[in-house]
């Protein structure tokens, strides 16, 4: 059993700054990536931002420059600096990750999200 635990998301004014932070835990022989999706009303889980094994990363367009993704591979955790954050940001947050098990299983495993609210 694999869980992914998020933290970090709450209520900020536009500019200001919010970090998540996503730590899985369980039965993980090792992970390929994980990344952040955030979910607007009405629409579909869109990639924030991801981060693969070897530090690649990769960004929406819409927060380059403002949003950073770094891992840390020992403690199997990833996390989100979002700064200069405008209303528009305004989403239902998730943590992401494929994780292979013990049973060379790679699955596709979700957080139970997180929710950030940017005030104008």
């Known amino acids: 059993q694999v869980q992914l635990q998020e933290s970090g998301g709450g209520l900020v004014q536009a500019g200001g700054s919010l970090r998540l932070s996503c730590a899985a835990s369980?039965?993980?022989?090792?992970?390929?990536?994980m990344g952040w999706y955030r979910q607007f009303p009405g629409k579909q889980r869109e990639l924030v931002a991801d981060i693969i094994s070897g530090g690649s990363t990769n960004y929406a367009d819409s927060v380059k420059g403002r949003f950073t993704i770094s891992r840390e591979g020992a403690k199997n955790t990833v996390s989100l600096q979002m700064n200069s954050l405008k209303p528009e940001d305004t989403a239902l947050y998730y943590c992401?990750?494929?994780?292979?098990?013990?049973?060379?299983?790679?699955?596709?495993?979700w957080g139970q999200g997180t929710q950030v609210t940017v005030s104008s």
């Open positions: 369980g039965s993980i022989l090792s992970i390929n990536d």
């Open positions: 992401n990750a494929h994780i292979w098990t013990p049973a060379m299983l790679r699955n596709n495993y």
